[in-house]
């Protein structure tokens, strides 16, 4: 049982559609993070949410944290093809460096 | 700009065979990290070098022991390979404070038959 749980863990929708991925976990965490990992690729940082309650926008992409601060979401609006990828959280605690990650929701868009 | 570099990128096994993944990274950063992904999944802590001269246990240690040489290189090593550990391993280092961005590896490819 991994510490963060993603859902779904796979979303196939049509280019235009709106999607929203789920991070979820029982315990508190310091940040969590976002990044977007493409085939034969390592991932790729997309958004660092820190304060709870935050609501971060990156074009097309919004990514808000918990009240609590365990658990993070990120919505896409009208989706693209390339939005298509594997898109992981990563949560970090205050006490030591440890990154953790979740199993990751592989997102398709088709056209 | 090189980042993290792994080598190798891909490499087969037979059980029992050892063999010792390289990584190197040229940003400074004082903390370092080993993660497996298996197909289709999310990537699972290894292990972890908070700063030079410290490593630490992640979800997933067993069969594996690191080196933090130096500042620059982290090495993962399998001491008997098992077709379990087939996997992507994938290098990353961060600044070392809070809530800062890791940088990955390209990942190495690991067939164990």
């Known amino acids: 049982t991994q510490l963060l749980e993603q859902s779904p863990q796979f979303l196939s929708i049509q280019e235009g559609e709106n999607l929203t991925v789920y991070c979820n976990s029982s315990?508190?965490?310091?940040?969590l993070q976002w990044y977007r990992q493409e085939p034969g690729e390592g991932p790729v940082l997309l958004v660092t949410v820190v304060t709870g309650g935050e609501v971060k926008k990156l074009k097309r992409l919004t990514f808000q944290f918990g009240d609590a601060r365990k658990d993070s979401s990120l919505h896409i609006t009208a989706a693209q093809p390339g939005d298509t990828g594997l898109y992981l959280c990563a949560g970090h605690k205050a006490a030591g460096n440890k990154l953790t990650f979740g199993g990751g929701t592989r997102v398709l868009v088709k056209p | 700009n090189a980042g993290v570099t792994q080598t190798p990128k891909f490499q087969v096994l037979k059980t029992g065979q050892s063999m010792t993944l390289q990584c190197a990274q040229d940003m400074n950063h004082n903390s370092m990290y080993w993660y497996r992904q298996d197909p289709g999944m999310g990537l699972r802590l290894i292990y972890y070098?908070?700063?030079?001269?410290?490593?630490d246990k992640g979800e997933v240690p067993n069969g594996y022991n690191v080196s933090r040489l130096n500042k620059r290189e982290f090495s993962l090593r399998l001491e008997s390979a098992a077709p379990s550990q087939t996997s992507v391993y994938f290098c990353?280092?961060?600044?070392?404070?809070?809530?800062?961005?890791?940088?990955f590896g390209q990942g190495t490819r690991l067939t164990v038959v």
């Open positions: 070098s908070a700063s030079e001269g410290t490593t």
């Open positions: 315990s508190v965490f310091s940040s």
């Open positions: 990353a280092s961060r600044v070392g404070q809070p809530n800062t961005e890791a940088f």
